[in-house]
């Protein structure tokens, strides 16, 4: 169910928990387009359950798993009963975690997991994805850490069997083919690590190994984004834990968050967010998220 919609964006408000949001559905109401921050994972328990997002149309069967990416625009449809498990979590949860932020870019909008086509992975998210129901339904100790665990656990399984398996750089022996994963991942890890500071195609195309040319080609195909693309996404997502977990002011955040400019930094997040960072503030203030 969505509680909080401003236009087609949904401020997910995550409760007791400062992280997550976990319900069973069993409502035979169908939801208009709409999308969030938080990654929502999708689980039918009985009968089937409908995703649009997009030309794309996913019908979900008892037990498959749908992932949605943050930011995706999405739309729900029910059968007349049935029920299904939703759970919905803040992405700020593996911001500090090293090589996360590279996979959860990399990751498509949806991604369907199924026993049939996906045998090595189902039954380790499956298992997972239960332990986090039953933990979320228990008053105990470290019962947010053990969410956690097990989230971290997901998407360990899920980032390495999709973004290892994608056919990147198809036209290279699959020996190159790993290197130059190998090596964008680390350049990747290196703009994550150090986006508040001032970085250039020229600097970036370096620390990979590779003529700027050739890197712009290679980073485009490896993560559906240029480089100046990136590291403005890295930095608008910094700039958003600050305005909700900090009292720096605007200019403040876009100076923390990487931005020369404060200009910049509004036109940026306008452009991304579809509100001014102070009005992304006070909306969180007045739901009681921030």
């Known amino acids: 169910m969505i509680e909080i919609l401003n236009g087609i964006r949904e401020t997910i408000h995550y409760g007791d928990s400062s992280h997550f949001r976990l319900y069973r559905n069993i409502y035979n109401e169908n939801y208009p387009p709409h999308w969030h921050v938080g990654i ?5 328990l009985q009968n089937w359950y409908k995703v649009h997002i997009g030309k794309d149309h996913y019908t979900l069967e008892e037990n498959d798993i749908l992932f949605i990416n943050s930011g995706v625009i999405h739309s729900l449809e029910s059968p007349d009963k049935g029920e299904r498990i939703i759970l919905q979590f803040d992405l700020s949860l593996f911001y500090n975690l090293k090589e996360f932020d590279t996979t959860l870019f990399m990751l498509p909008s949806a991604v369907k997991i199924t026993k049939k086509d996906f045998p090595q992975i189902y039954p380790t998210i499956h298992t997972c994805l239960f332990n986090i129901i039953q933990e979320y339904n228990i008053d105990a100790p470290l019962k947010e850490a053990s969410i956690y665990g097990n989230l971290i656990q997901i998407y360990v399984a899920l980032c390495r069997k999709i973004i290892y398996d994608q056919n990147f750089f198809k036209d290279t022996a699959h020996s190159k083919r790993h290197e130059y994963i190998e090596k964008l991942m680390k350049t990747c890890n290196y703009i994550n690590q150090h986006y508040n500071e001032e970085l250039s195609l020229d600097t970036i195309a370096d620390i990979a190994g590779f003529s700027k040319y050739h890197f712009t080609r290679l980073f485009k195909e490896f993560t559906n984004m240029t480089f100046h693309q990136y590291l403005t996404k890295q930095r ?3 700039s958003e834990i600050l305005l909700m977990d900090t009292n720096l002011s605007v200019m403040e955040v876009a100076l923390s968050s990487g931005f020369n400019s404060i200009s910049t930094f509004n036109r ?15 909306k969180r203030v007045a739901h009681g998220l921030g």
């Not at 929502?40 to 039918?44: A, L, R």
């Not at 997040?269 to 960072?277: L, T």
């Open 268 to 282: 940026s997040f306008k452009q991304s967010k579809g509100c001014s960072a102070n009005e992304f503030r006070k």
């Open 236 to 238: 608008l997502q910094k």
């Open 40 to 44: 929502e994972i999708i689980v039918p």
